[in-house]
């Protein structure tokens, strides 16, 4: 069975999770960002979220965690939470 790890960064707007996303591809760091930023509790920790299977996230974050490539800044994606940046760190098919 596939498994992935995974970080995010979870704000309110589009905006910005595009305004995020355009710091972290100039070169500012993930982990500092999600700390600063992140709506949700794992911010503290950088944004990770630890191992998962698929389906054990809601259907927009699986979707881009498993078929997104890895090691790239995903996003804007949109779920009922709000707008994640997502970094696949690992993934085994």
């Known amino acids: 069975m596939a498994r992935a790890s995974a970080r995010h960064i979870l704000v309110k707007s589009k905006e910005e999770c595009e305004t995020l996303k355009t710091q972290i591809e100039g070169g500012a760091d993930f982990a500092a960002i999600a700390k600063e930023h992140s709506l949700c509790p794992s911010g503290k920790q950088g944004g ?42 690992s993934r085994t098919e």
């Open 48 to 89: 990770a979220l630890g191992e998962f299977g698929p389906g054990q996230m809601v259907k927009e974050f699986d979707q881009a965690v498993f078929t997104g490539e890895v090691g790239k800044v995903l996003g804007p994606v949109h779920t009922q939470f709000g707008y994640h940046l997502l970094e696949v760190t």
